[in-house]
């Protein structure tokens, strides 16, 4: 079975400070690794994902995301935050899919909230 | 390119009814999963349809079924209904093979 642990429920920050989302997982076999971020009212909008190869990943809104597989971990992290990164942010991860045909069901975190304040 | 639709957007039953949320995926996507958010948690995996058939399911109740037609929109059908069933109905729509999940905005479900 898969799990995903979001350290932090909420995480406060000031406009144009560095900030970084926690994400652990655990799984048995290989996994893809998604951040979700949701807008109030709103249903979930993929910010960026790993599946194979570089280890780092980057969105093209400035965020971006390492997989450590020692570690088991997939942070998210911003240099400089902007109002408008205001959001609920969901850590997902997948495993393959029965027949290789699809990903499968994701597995969220419990999500963390981003207050971004001027 | 349409994304993920969802109808309807805003649903209110009372305890005992039953409930269809309908779902269309994105364009060349033959894949749809259903997701429960409750409030303040993260979604929650229902089922996946595949081929008109549901190929993976979540910890759910036999109350909680679904159909994919052939043109690969689906619906989720709750039956019984519960006060606990009041939740964001999430859909998201995937390529076979490619794996990555686009959601859409959702069914928001309030049961009275």
């Given at each position: 079975a898969q ?11 000031f ?19 998604f ?13 960026l994902?790993?599946l194979?190869g ?30 408008s990164?205001t ?8 495993g ?9 069901k ?7 909230i ?5 | 390119?349409?994304?993920v639709?969802?109808s309807?957007?805003?649903l209110?039953?009372t ?15 033959d ?21 008109e ?19 690969y929109?689906?619906?989720?059908n709750?039956?019984?209904?519960l ?8 859909c ?13 905005p959702?069914?928001?479900?309030t049961v009275?």
């Amino acid at each position: 079975a898969q799990s995903v642990t979001q350290l932090d429920s909420q995480v406060p920050v000031f406009e144009e400070a560095p900030v970084e989302l926690r994400c652990n997982y655990s799984s048995s076999v290989s996994v893809y690794l998604f951040w979700y971020v949701q807008y109030p009212n709103q249903g979930l909008q993929l910010l960026l994902k790993y599946l194979s190869g570089s280890t780092l990943v980057e969105s093209i809104n400035g965020f971006e995301a390492e997989f450590n597989k020692s570690q088991t971990s997939f942070h998210l992290r911003k240099p400089s935050v902007h109002i408008s990164d205001t959001a609920e942010y969901f850590c997902a991860v997948s495993g393959g899919g029965a027949g290789g045909t699809s990903y499968g069901k994701l597995t969220f975190g419990q999500g963390t909230i981003l207050t971004v304040h001027p | 390119d349409a994304g993920v639709t969802q109808s309807p957007t805003h649903l209110i039953k009372t305890r005992g009814q039953q409930v269809t949320l309908r779902c269309s995926p994105k364009s060349g996507h033959d894949t749809v999963s259903w997701y429960q958010q409750a409030l303040g948690q993260g979604p929650q995996f229902i089922f996946q349809y595949y081929e008109e058939e549901e190929r993976q399911r979540g910890n759910f109740p036999d109350r909680f079924s679904g159909h994919q037609f052939p043109n690969y929109s689906s619906e989720l059908n709750v039956n019984a209904l519960l006060l606990g069933d009041s939740a964001l109905y999430l859909c998201a729509s995937s390529l076979t093979g490619r794996g990555t999940q686009y959601f859409g905005p959702g069914t928001r479900l309030t049961v009275l």
